[in-house]
């Protein structure tokens, strides 16, 4: 039992956090399930270091939301807990024939938000998007978190950089590893070393060798020349990791076996030592041979070799991509029964209302969602969905990942820069201010 | 299609790096895919911080290693990239009839390990102690950073505080949440608040309420204390959060209904403000009421709220527990064919053969596994599968917390520390420091 923490469409509607379930029933129970709530989620604050987030996550936030069911198996066991135990007897009926009945505008994937900017807002009875809340949230922060950080990639490495998301074995369960290739490929970087992620993307998988297989052909023949012609035998195509015992020797004598046309080779791959000497030497024996780097890489280090003139044609990105602080977005009330609403927690306030982010040359504006078009801009969140029913086809890929690098090549240096970037931040409407002026004057209700 | 990014046991034997089967193919291909190997998980140095490592997730790798086939559509799926057309034929037969039949040793789950101790050894057939690597790291690396991080937390916290797993919405995918869930109970936290990984692991969730139900009912009724009366109709044990608008004022209300027999109330949540502060107020006006708090708590925040006497019962922990630096566990071939192998890589050395971690109250011994027993020591590694079966039940959650909890209680307090822990590190047997010596000397196979 401890062992089947795996996941499909009929685990969607248990994985929440119990609060929702408990507070759904007190809805219930008090006549008020029904009442339509605006829920937004967005960021406060973007990470440390961070100028800009790229939105993705999209598209497994619409599966859930299309799919999630509580079937005789998760009411019996909901009832077991024992926790339920006052709950009114229509919860249980509400679950039963429960599905999502709302809508949902959100910004296409691949676009850049900044602070305070919705990325998605869930229109729907309230029991309905209050349940939805926390499957959202950890939709979007990973999925924005990592796109957000290719993108980044992608700018620092140059268009012509091969980038291949390598990450799996350090990423948070084999289930992050397939998100985080996802979002890696939406965000700008060209494969995923994932097997079973790059099928169900529709993409090819990439990869080179390891070490092991060096070590086992060397220890087995006495030999690493050995290896790496077992290894081109069946894929002549791959790049040869040339690093397990001495680097330069394995690229001298690799020079001598092309000059004397026993070898061809299309790329080599570096795992370990000084990259920016050991490429350098690489590329001035093996000229035309690309070479990829890999080892603990992120921007900041890409940057610092392009900046030592490391000769290096692709980067291997894994732990450091993959994992890290967490992009922290929340999910909050903004209208209730026609209502606007703000939380007032210290340190915490919000921007009441639904809302509309209206994207023109001369920067964002964040404004009531019922306000006049702005002229010349564009406005970020779209309907995605209506009635519970998808009304718009989620985009491609391909699209996301040209998305994002038109938009982050379109951004101002300074808020893409690696050190200190400085963040956009949206101008607040005449209206939206006002609102939340009048909310925070609000007597505080007894 | 892209949103289809949920796993099941069928997806085990495709969620790999693509290297794993190019070697495969390769091994096939050279006739020593068959070879008996030997390949050992450890960490070579412990996360910044970290005085111990508390080894975790061996239910799911066992599940892995017990399941992972490869059926004809995981098959068709690899012959259509075109990446294997040179693959022997011999490839395909050894994946359609291929299971895992090896032995596995390994650390249980719950017990502290340290730099270059082995936490998994597998001894099988090359290619499939090859082809699991990036599966068995994935699972063992998050599992052992959350029941460390766990585990820390406890040993700040004390035994009777109550601790309790928040983080779904900030982890790393949906499968993220419920692994995280699962290695915090195992490393020492009382209850989780994912609904679906208690249940998957025969627990009770647990949970409070909401900002957005208080402010739903104050928006709809005008007033906060009907939020708090209608939860507590049908929840009366739950806690309050009471810091959606003014928390003292919020304490003062309750206090005087329970003074005045209109309300019973078992807890609070506070999720903002000055916690110390607060929290005292709280514990002044609502003696016996538990206080619980929450947000970006981790176990230095705990220590910290802790020394300024902050009056607190329990901890919500999130964010700061489920992401994060990951555990950089490796996977490291160490035998093969009877011969031991050693990487020579720069600065990352490995010891060589295959090995056995003795624990003994002077410290632990690191030898090689056919040395003989260290007297009044244990050894750490003991066989879990057999031939590719489990010889040996797994252990439940509650052994692995008791484990976990009892073992570092009997680490020295300068291992256990905060800041700047030191990390015990193992003693090299003389036989074992032998064999590296001789392996390094080895000259490099050309």
Not at 122 to 145: F, I, M
Not at 178 to 184: C, D, G, K, N, S
Not at 383 to 403: F, S
Not at 404 to 410: L, M
Request: aromatic share 8%.
């Amino acid at each position: 039992m401890t062992a089947a923490l795996n996941l499909g469409p009929t685990d969607y509607s248990l994985l929440t956090d119990l609060y929702q379930l408990t507070m759904t029933a007190c809805y219930t129970g008090e006549g008020i399930e029904q009442q339509p709530a605006s829920f937004e989620l967005f960021t406060r604050r973007l990470p440390p270091d961070f100028g800009y987030l790229i939105a993705a996550g999209l598209a497994q936030a619409v599966d859930y939301l299309r799919q999630w069911r509580f079937g005789d198996e998760q009411i019996t066991a909901l009832q077991a807990t024992g926790i339920f135990a006052q709950a009114p007897d229509r919860f249980w009926t509400l679950l039963a024939g429960g599905r999502f009945t709302g809508d949902v505008w959100a910004v296409p994937e691949g676009t850049p938000v900044f602070a305070h900017e919705p990325m998605l807002r869930v229109e729907a009875p309230l029991w309905q998007a209050q349940l939805a809340e926390t499957y959202l949230l950890n939709v979007l922060n990973y999925q924005t978190l990592i796109a957000t950080r290719a993108a980044r990639l992608r700018d620092v490495a140059g268009p012509t950089a091969i980038l291949l998301e390598f990450g799996t074995r350090r990423a948070f369960s084999p289930q992050g590893a397939l998100w985080a290739a996802r979002a890696a490929l939406a965000g700008g970087l060209d494969a995923t070393s994932n097997v079973l992620a790059a099928l169900r993307l529709g993409q090819k998988p990439a990869g080179t060798m390891a070490h092991a297989l060096v070590m086992v052909i060397a220890t087995l023949q006495d030999s690493e020349d050995e290896a790496f012609t077992a290894f081109s035998r069946y894929f002549p195509d791959s790049p040869l990791l040339i690093d397990t015992y001495d680097t330069l020797a394995a690229t001298q004598r690799l020079a001598q076996q092309m000059e004397r046309g026993e070898r061809s080779l299309t790329g080599v791959r570096l795992d370990s030592g000084d990259l920016v000497e050991l490429s350098q030497q690489v590329r001035s024996r093996l000229p035309g041979v690309k070479i990829f780097a890999s080892g603990d890489l992120d921007e900041w280090e890409i940057a610092r070799l392009q900046a030592a003139d490391a000769c290096l044609d692709g980067y291997g990105l894994g732990t450091r991509l993959v994992s890290g602080r967490p992009v922290n977005g929340v999910y909050k009330l903004v209208e209730i029964a026609g209502q606007p609403t703000m939380k007032q927690s210290s340190h915490k306030e919000t921007y009441p209302g639904r809302k509309q982010v209206w994207r023109q040359a001369a920067g964002d504006r964040l404004a009531l969602a019922d306000e006049a078009p702005l002229p010349n801009a564009t406005p970020l969140l779209v309907l995605v969905m209506r009635g519970g029913e998808l009304c718009r086809p989620l985009d491609d890929l391909t699209t996301i990942r040209q998305r994002a690098t038109a938009a982050v090549a379109g951004l101002p240096a300074r808020t893409r820069c690696l050190t200190e970037p400085e963040p956009l931040s949206a101008e607040i409407s005449p209206a939206l201010r006002q609102l939340r002026a009048e909310l925070s004057g609000d007597r505080i209700p007894a």
